[in-house]
């Protein structure tokens, strides 16, 4: 959506407008075709993805990615005066918001099925007599705590 709304800001743009705003490094290059790059004119590289297979870790990765999006946004904002350019940005950060928030709540079912496992199978091994031999701290059984043979 972002590279649309630059080609209708630039399409009709003179060769003077393009001069006076600095566009025509990348006129030269790219007309007004849109071509993925950062503001600092760095290209996009599928390099800036990062994956690691962990579905916790991955899910952190997208979140960081919505924050940095939401900022990019604002910065838009900040500086911006076209109401044409204004409602989808703002549009656009919204969404980022809601994906932020949908990406966190998957994260913490995921976090907690991690850790249901994790317990699962630390206790897997240990006899249930043995269990009740652990020691006990008030703190702990002030809480509301799963029997541990309920975690096999």
Known sequence: MI????????KNLSMEEIKKSG??????????????????????SAATMQVKGDIITDIHEDMAAEQKARTTYDNILRFCDDPDVIDPIRFLRAREIVHYQRFGDSNRINYNKFIYSTLSQSYQDIPVSSLSELPRHSSYHQKKVPPISTLH
């Open 3 to 10: 590279g649309t709304i630059v080609y209708q800001l630039t």
């Open 23 to 44: 566009f025509d490094s990348y006129f030269v290059d790219h007309t007004t075709g849109i071509y993925p790059a950062a503001s600092s004119g760095v290209p996009y």
